[in-house]
């Protein structure tokens, strides 16, 4: 999936996902943002505390919509880009009682998605000058998949397939349930026309020449170790996609992709991340004269 395949569900998604925030978050109604007059104007900046990769541009302006729909928004870093600690992210200008009911959620979605993409071209850079490509997994937060999907986007990285219904990964219990490798793939033939790809997870190398022989053309190395994986390169012969995952840990990510493989799949991009630091502030004046 590209990134702009994945776009065009950017902001249906976004919707949906920001009416489940502010509903968990406003409910009934902001109690304290009423102390402030409706009518009274205020301009507000994000700013990044840390060195990060911006990702959640979408979410927050889907935020203003449904929050803030007058607010005016001009923003100085765009998504996929770097910020360095106090950097502006955006400038926002509308009414003050919106602005801060609309903050923490706005927050709440760019340090998540920020560290997402933040890690991820980590580890995209860890691997430049091999044939491998980062990946990420199906281990994210229930609800957001298409939000971190995307920010992987945004760090460099590639989608593996969003869900159960796009794409045919046999696994282990797939392959013992349906009594064995090869006939759980030639069952999986039957249903190609409905999955963008057929991909067979093996744990030795024994399993790996029956997938080349059963006419495998992906194959998903599941926690083989590094001398397993070299002489899975070569039992291959280019002749098909290998992958790497399970346990694949930053400090081991260049030697892995130096064995010669085509992707590894990091379930730690999304699930072991450190959320980047943002904050909103309100200011006296805009600090550019034209709002976006």
């Given at each position: 999936?590209?990134?702009?395949n994945?776009?065009?569900s950017i902001?249906?998604q976004?919707?949906?996902d ?8 406003v ?10 007059p409706?009518a ?9 505390r840390?060195?990060?990769?911006l990702c959640?541009?979408p979410w927050?302006k889907e ?5 803030a729909?007058?607010a005016?928004?001009?923003?100085f ?8 600690p ?5 400038e926002?200008?509308?009414s003050?009682?919106?602005l801060l009911?609309a903050e ?7 340090q998540?998605l ?10 995209v850079k860890?691997v430049e ?6 990946l990420d ?6 609800g957001?998949?298409?939000?971190e ?6 760090g460099g990285g590639?989608?593996?397939?969003m869900g159960l ?5 046999i696994?282990?219990n797939h392959?013992?349930?349906?009594g064995?490798?090869?006939p759980?793939?030639?069952a999986?033939?039957g249903?190609?026309?409905q999955a963008?790809?057929?991909?067979v ?17 992906m ?10 994986i070299?002489?899975a390169v070569?039992?291959?012969q280019?002749?098909?996609s290998?992958?790497i995952?399970?346990?694949v840990?930053?400090e ?5 992709a130096e064995t010669?493989v085509d992707?590894?799949?990091?379930g730690g991009l ?10 909103m502030?309100?200011?006296d ?5 034209h709002?976006?």
């Amino acid at each position: 999936m590209t990134l702009a395949n994945l776009q065009l569900s950017i902001e249906a998604q976004a919707a949906e996902d920001v009416r489940r925030a502010l509903q968990e978050d406003v409910g009934s109604g902001d109690l304290t943002a009423q102390l402030i007059p409706l009518a009274q104007e205020a301009i507000a900046t994000i700013i990044c505390r840390d060195e990060a990769v911006l990702c959640g541009q979408p979410w927050v302006k889907e935020v203003l919509k449904q929050v803030a729909p007058s607010a005016r928004a001009q923003w100085f870093v765009q998504d996929g880009q770097a910020c360095s600690p106090g950097e502006r992210v955006v400038e926002i200008q509308g009414s003050a009682r919106e602005l801060l009911t609309a903050e923490r959620t706005c927050l709440n979605f760019l340090q998540t998605l920020s560290a997402v993409a933040t890690k991820t071209q980590k580890f995209v850079k860890a691997v430049e000058g091999t044939s491998a490509s980062i990946l990420d997994t199906r281990k994210t937060i229930p609800g957001l998949r298409v939000a971190e999907k995307y920010a992987v986007r945004c760090g460099g990285g590639k989608n593996h397939r969003m869900g159960l219904f796009d794409a045919i990964l046999i696994k282990e219990n797939h392959i013992a349930a349906a009594g064995g490798l090869t006939p759980a793939f030639r069952a999986a033939q039957g249903l190609a026309s409905q999955a963008s790809f057929i991909q067979v997870e093996v744990e030795t190398l024994t399993q790996l020449q029956e997938a080349l022989d059963a006419g495998v053309q992906m194959v998903l190395l599941d926690n083989m170790s590094l001398d397993q994986i070299r002489q899975a390169v070569a039992l291959s012969q280019g002749r098909i996609s290998l992958e790497i995952s399970g346990g694949v840990r930053f400090e081991r990510i260049r030697e892995l992709a130096e064995t010669g493989v085509d992707r590894i799949s990091v379930g730690g991009l999304i699930k072991d991340i450190q959320a980047v630091d943002f904050s909103m502030r309100f200011i006296d004046q805009p600090l550019e004269k034209h709002m976006l």
